[in-house]
């Protein structure tokens, strides 16, 4: 069955510095890959999408992930974080024979002066 | 192009009422999704529907949680006989079409809190 882990509960980084999201999948087959963020009390809105081809994803926001096969990851990175990042960030795996959308349990990013 | 409607965006409820919750796909979208964001959880995925069809529901509970979206007007997820645990977000989303590649646009959410 499908899955998806976000390892990290909470992360906290300095304004400036830079940032990395972990998630792991599991998955038979290439999956269609996604990040989403989410502010406090707000609704879900895409960073970035993966299908197919050039495993760098450009995202919005600043944003970029990587599809990493050989160890099932889509890691999300930024260069420098903002304190407007600050927010919630969901990895969810489509089906590809089908519709569905599994969350991960969701990174919560604290951005500190 | 207005996003993803949902109303209302906070209800309360007691404990054996009925709760409605509505949810307007973007325009040209046929395709909606109910979603449920238990506090500190990611998102489970509930019932998928097309216009009069309900497609997949196998997210859904067995017991007092139904979904319609008919011909003309939004998509209802209804929840009867509310009880305490059924106090969560519930997000909508919709898309043009129903293949795992495409992209959902998620409503602002639902908060209902069940005393």
């Known amino acids: 069955a499908q899955s998806v882990t976000q390892p990290d509960i909470h992360i906290t980084v300095s304004e400036g510095a830079s940032l990395e999201l972990r998630c792991n999948y599991s998955y038979g087959a290439t999956p269609y890959l996604f990040w989403y963020v989410q502010s406090p009390g707000q609704g879900l809105q895409l960073l970035l999408k993966?299908?197919?081809?050039?495993?760098l994803v450009q995202g919005i926001k600043g944003f970029e992930a990587e599809f990493k096969r050989s160890q099932s990851s889509f890691n999300l990175r930024k260069p420098s974080v903002h304190w407007s990042d600050a927010a919630e960030y969901f990895c969810?795996?489509?089906?590809?024979?089908?519709?569905?959308?599994?969350f991960g349990a969701g990174t919560r990013l604290f951005v500190k002066a | 192009n207005a996003g993803v409607m949902q109303n209302p965006r906070h209800l309360v409820r007691r404990r054996g009422q009925e709760a409605r919750l509505r949810c307007s796909p973007m325009k040209g979208h046929s395709h909606v999704y109910w979603y449920r964001q238990l506090p500190e959880e990611g998102l489970k995925f509930m019932v998928y529907?097309?216009?009069?069809?309900?497609?997949?529901e196998s997210g859904m509970p067995k017991e007092r949680f139904s979904a319609e979206f008919p011909k003309e007007g939004p998509s209802i997820l209804r929840i009867q006989q509310v009880v305490r645990g059924d106090s969560a977000a519930y997000f909508c989303?919709?898309?043009?079409?129903?293949?795992?590649?495409?992209?959902?646009?998620f409503g602002p959410g639902t908060r209902l809190l069940v005393l």
């Open positions: 969810a795996v489509g089906d590809t024979g089908g519709f569905k959308t599994i």
């Open positions: 993966y299908f197919s081809g050039d495993t």
């Open positions: 529907l097309q216009k009069e069809n309900i497609i997949d």
């Open positions: 989303a919709s898309s043009e079409s129903g293949r795992g590649r495409e992209t959902q646009y």
